[in-house]
């Protein structure tokens, strides 16, 4: 059974730069085939897709965060990493990192969640 | 950019069939997938291409598309099915990942 568990600070200040680590347990993210996701979701909102990185490393981003996101896998083994630059407070949110799965026609869908981590921006 | 248009809130009462919508330009060519997310926990899978059930689902859940509408049905509605259902799914590029707004599902 594939678990996936988020860690990073809570609290972010304006301006500075979100970054959170995944780290995956009972399956390697090396492994091959799955695409390691982020997604968030505001207080009371929907969910809102950021990006994934597939084993090989390719990155595919959201065309609206595109140009703030960073998504890596981690330098130790099986966890992958998400960097958002220049926060506000609209970008405080719950954010999950996710297993995506690439079904028939190569479309990907989310089949293991982490639990979710609030970071909050404020000053 | 490309949007999944969800009704906010659907009630039924218990045992009835609840039935929530997803409209979307690309849902033609494009499959439909469902999560259910209850307060406070992260989504889970309950509907994946369109109509197939990932295991430990009940069959209650069933889903179906046709044009550009998708379709969940909760069949026989319990009152743990209350959540937030999303649907989700992809433009007709493939590059925008899209959930729809969500739709809370009310069972009393």
């Known amino acids: 059974q594939v678990q996936l568990q988020e860690s990073g600070p809570g609290l972010v200040k304006p301006s500075q730069t979100l970054s959170l680590t995944c780290t995956v347990s009972?399956?390697?993210?090396?492994?091959?085939?799955?695409?390691w996701s982020w997604i968030r979701q505001h207080p009371g909102k929907g969910l809102e897709w950021i990006g994934y990185i597939y084993y090989s490393g390719s990155t595919y981003y959201n065309p609206s965060l595109k140009s703030l996101v960073t998504i890596s896998v981690g330098t130790s083994k099986n966890q992958f990493s998400l960097k958002l630059s220049s926060v506000t407070a609209a970008d405080t949110a719950v954010y999950y990192c996710a297993r995506g799965y690439s079904g028939s026609y190569l479309e990907v869908y989310f089949d293991y969640w982490g639990q979710g981590t609030l970071v909050t921006v404020s000053s | 950019s490309y949007e999944l248009t969800q009704p906010p809130s659907v009630s039924v009462s218990p045992g009835q069939t609840a039935r929530i919508t997803c409209s979307g330009d690309?849902?033609?060519?494009?499959?439909a997938y469902w999560y259910q997310q209850k307060s406070g926990q992260a989504p889970v899978l309950v509907i994946y291409?369109?109509?197939k059930r990932p295991s430990g689902i009940p069959e209650r859940f069933s889903g179906s598309s046709s044009g550009t509408m998708a379709t969940l049905s909760v069949s026989g509605a319990q009152v743990e099915d209350e959540a937030d259902y999303y649907c989700?799914?992809?433009?007709?590029?493939?590059?925008?990942?899209?959930f729809g707004g969500g739709t809370k599902l009310t069972v009393l």
């Open positions: 291409e369109d109509s």
């Open positions: 009972g399956g390697s993210i090396s492994s091959g085939g799955y695409y």
């Open positions: 989700y799914s992809t433009d007709s590029s493939g590059n925008h990942r899209v």
């Open positions: 690309a849902l033609p060519k494009k499959y």
